[in-house]
């Protein structure tokens, strides 16, 4: 898909390429319509519920009135997070979204269909926060990084190894649930590093 950000997920969730809208460029934002045709209305046809999942703000990006119009039937934002739920980085740790899809799907009672935004990785990455300093500072540097080079590399390898560990984790639980499932892994943009 050649576009980034929420123009991706919006691509990937709708099928409509941003190029059909020439005039927007924050789609959430911009997109005024109360129904677009989406796979997740499609899936709620078919009798799923549909959940989308993000650690962040509802608001931001217009996604609590953006994803409604996608057809969501539940939206779990921050606000839906436990207040004690895992940080790491500027936001909830991946492992706190992991626990959020899980915790859906045990309670599910009919086919569910998650679509769960990740934020524990999010930039910027000079200053991110991290919880083990020691294993951050362990991470191999390429030569090459010179000035905050290697310390954004080490801040964006350390959280997205986070990233990775969470799909490996919510693998496991769906094979262990001897169920039919799809798991599907996207980014919709690629870190900001200078």
Do not use: C
Not at 40 to 51: C, E, M, N, P
Not at 68 to 78: C, E, L, S, V, Y
């Amino acid at each position: 898909v050649p576009v980034a950000g929420a123009g991706v997920t919006l691509a990937v969730l709708t099928g409509i390429p941003m190029a059909a809208y020439p005039t927007i460029e924050f789609p959430y934002l911009q997109i005024t319509q109360k129904k677009i045709p989406s796979i997740i209305a499609v899936a709620h046809d078919h009798g799923y519920a549909t959940v989308a999942i993000h650690g962040n703000d509802g608001k931001f990006w217009n996604r609590n009135k953006a994803f409604k119009a996608i057809g969501f039937d539940h939206f779990i934002t921050a606000d839906d997070f436990p207040k004690d739920a895992a940080r790491d980085g500027w936001y909830y740790a991946d492992s706190a979204m992991t626990d959020q899809i899980i915790g859906q799907l045990k309670a599910a009672a009919k086919p569910t269909l998650i679509f769960a935004i990740s934020i524990e990785a999010h930039g910027p990455y000079q200053t991110i926060p991290v919880k083990d300093t020691a294993r951050r500072d362990a991470i191999a540097v390429p030569a090459e990084l010179q000035g905050d080079g290697p310390r954004e590399f080490r801040n964006y390898m350390y959280h997205i190894e986070h990233a990775d560990q969470q799909m490996g984790r919510l693998w496991d639980y769906l094979s262990a649930r001897k169920r039919p499932y799809s798991l599907v892994f996207y980014g919709d943009h690629l870190p900001g590093l200078h």
